[in-house]
């Protein structure tokens, strides 16, 4: 099976059960820094919807809390790996990508499974990584 390796935003419409139709059929994983920012988007969250907690406050109070507690145990199907997994390679691409870590994570995540990546928003410097290191990537709707 297909891995797809799908960033905050994206995790956050598959928490509250949005259907997105490019990551049918896939393994799906995700990143420790795309985890992270959407816990504290979704978390913290201060009455002003972004782009990663409005989803969350605009659905039913009950489905939001089955979201928000599907954020905070994240289900078994997303796969999140480790740095513990993933350090050493993040030091070894640096050497030959400029990334910040959460791109770095990102992208060696992406080797070690194999996956595609699906980003919502642009990320050029990660997009320019993935294709030279052979991944493929493609830009959500």
């Known amino acids: 099976m297909t891995v ?13 059960g949005e259907t997105l ?13 795309w985890y992270v920012r959407l816990c ?12 990663l907690s409005g989803p ?5 109070e009950a489905r939001r809390r089955q ?16 740095l513990r997994h993933l350090g050493p390679a993040i030091g070894r691409l640096r050497q030959r990508h400029s990334l910040n870590l959460l791109a770095g994570e ?7 499974l194999g996956a595609d990546v699906f980003l919502s928003a642009p990320s050029p410097n990660l997009e320019q990584a993935l294709m030279a290191e052979g991944r493929r990537w493609t830009r959500l709707p």
């Open 106 to 112: 990102a992208l060696a995540a992406a080797n070690h």
């Open 40 to 51: 504290q988007a979704v978390l913290a969250a201060t009455g002003r919807p972004g782009v």
């Open 67 to 82: 979201a928000v507690e599907a954020l905070i145990e994240l289900p078994a199907e997303v796969e999140l790996l480790s």
């Open 21 to 33: 139709s490019l990551l049918a059929g896939r393994a799906l994983a995700t990143t420790g820094c």
């Open 4 to 16: 797809a390796l799908i960033d905050d935003q994206a995790l956050g419409a598959v928490l509250h």
């Open 56 to 60: 969350f406050e605009q659905l039913p």
